[in-house]
């Protein structure tokens, strides 16, 4: 199956990492990646104001362009798939920001929402399925891993619809299909501190080192994340109190494809 | 833009109705960022619902709210405190010269591993 990728900024510099686990990855589950032409930064953060077009803009060419090309739109990144799944909603609405973005950005027909957004987790669990990873994996991981959702995957959940947001459990189904054991932890969809660090470096200490000593404090080894700040976060921030990597990473080890 | 106006305006970018608040407090009790802000998530809606404008632009409350949608999730009425900050913060840095970071500040704080995610969040946040 192919499917229209969104990368982001982040995954092709800093977060390398998690890109090309997860290509490797979806290639040897039967998934092709075809990165999207011409794609922009989403912006990082979904915009609330609701005069905010511009700031929309390179969300909507990117599911326009999937709209045409396969219907569905693949996201990795956290934060993309927070800004692209909310402004595909602002679409699907058809309210001011759909009017106004149509106009502007004049496609041979209007956009109305119509693409799926699909985070990777997503496309594990329903395109591939969990149990198809299950047999596909050669390396079991056989240790304790703390799931860690933050905020952008989850809320707000009327729009984000990815789980339960109170007490999630696709990351668990994952880390077991891989063969490891989850964590469940109280501070797995709390906020890792995300953007405030240039104002108040204070903030995502605190809010780092609660997440890894709760997950800690419950048993886990290690602390895996989708998204590219809560990593830096966990690691910069968190004092070093476990391990934290791309739930990518832990795939390609699980399906011996790592590097 | 006269007062009036102003506040209008904040609650139109908000998007949000604060007159539906009733003051359970579950947003604050929920905030992450509750003991960096001297206005706390229930009081950006109930002072919003009062029209006390001057408050607002003047807290400090604005730049520590994570965006985390905590408070959205939680309250049983519909309500967005989170939607409400983000009017007033946006309504500041419109101003002239009340960006929240100045690029020059950045580089020295920039380490090696810091991702571009973070850079951009802060900007689209902070700055216009």
Known sequence: ?????????????????????????????????????????????????????????????????????GGKLLTLCSACHNVIKRTNEDMKAGGDIAIRANNYSKFDEPYKGETEVLHYLEMLK???????????????????????????????SGVMAFDNPENPTIIEDFIRSIGGTPVVYPFRNECCGAYVGLKNKELPKKKSEKVLSSAKEKGA?????????????????????????????????ALGVEE | MTREERLENISTL?????????????????????????IKPHQFVSLLAQGKLEKLLECEAIWSCL????????????????????????????????????????????????????LVSAYRKYNK
């Open chain 1, 1 to 69: 199956m192919k499917l229209c990728y969104y990368p982001g900024c982040t995954l092709k510099t800093k977060a390398q990492a998690l890109d090309k686990t997860a290509r490797k990855c979806a290639a040897a589950l039967g998934v092709e990646m075809e990165e999207i032409e011409n794609w922009q930064c989403c912006g990082a953060v979904y915009p609330m104001g609701t005069d905010e077009i511009a700031t929309k803009l390179s969300a909507v060419r990117a599911l326009e362009y999937a709209k045409r090309n």
């Open chain 2, 67 to 118: 965006s985390c949608m905590a408070c959205v999730e939680r309250c049983p009425r519909g309500v967005a405190p989170a939607a409400v900050v983000e009017a007033v913060r946006d309504t500041v840095v419109r101003m002239q010269g009340k960006n929240g970071i100045k690029a020059e500040d950045i580089p020295p704080i920039v380490d090696e591993l810091i991702p571009q995610q973070l």
């Open chain 1, 221 to 253: 080894e290690e602390v895996i994340t989708a998204c590219p700040l809560c990593l830096y976060n966990l690691q910069a921030n968190g004092g070093g109190i476990l391990p934290v990597r791309y739930f990518t990473e832990l795939l390609a080890e």
């Open chain 2, 14 to 38: 908000s998007g949000t109705d604060v007159k539906k608040c009733m003051k359970c407090g579950k947003c604050s009790g929920r905030c992450p960022a509750f003991k960096e802000m001297d």
């Open chain 1, 126 to 156: 329903n395109v591939v399925g969990f149990d198809n990873i299950r047999k596909a994996v050669k390396n079991p991981l056989n240790r304790k891993i703390g799931a860690y959702y933050g905020c952008l995957l989850l809320r707000p």
